[in-house]
């Protein structure tokens, strides 16, 4: 480090960084197949009327649930209301607390999909889908 004139006899030549608690371990990326196969799952249909059946078939209220999955009584509520998807993480708390599961394997479509993306998808890449999307489209009204 660089001081001024005034400030260098406060210290010393020679400093050897320490390490403030045990050292960060990066985290191993999911293997491809995990990944992939996380990505054909979506949440089933009706799942907000699934989880309020869940509940109530544990005899827990809404406050109950939300105590049990440290969750607030407004995101079950809103949950059970469908006025928001669960991420993830909140799936796997419900299916724990209610042993039920909300994601079923993906129905395959006719839109192409990018396999196997070497990095997060970009809105570019969204775009492309688009485009191809669109051109298919196109083409069946054409011959029809």
Request: charged share 35%; with cysteine; aromatic share 2%.
């Amino acid at each position: 480090m660089t001081v001024c004139a005034q400030c260098a006899p406060f210290g010393n030549a020679e400093w050897t960084p320490t390490s403030r608690g045990a050292p960060r371990r990066r985290q191993r990326p999911a293997p491809r197949s995990e990944v992939e196969a996380v990505e054909r799952l979506e949440l089933v249909e009706g799942y907000g009327e699934k989880i309020r059946r869940a509940r109530q078939r544990m005899r827990m209220t809404v406050e109950d649930l939300g105590k049990s999955i440290r969750e607030r009584e407004s995101v079950i509520k809103k949950l059970e209301k469908e006025e928001f998807a669960p991420d993830r993480s909140l799936v796997r708390k419900l299916r724990n607390a209610l042993k039920i599961d909300l994601l079923v394997a993906e129905e395959s479509s006719s839109t192409p999909v990018i396999a196997r993306p070497s990095q997060a998808r970009t809105l570019g890449d969204l775009v492309k889908l688009n485009q191809g999307s669109e051109a298919t489209e196109g083409e069946e009204e054409d011959v029809g």
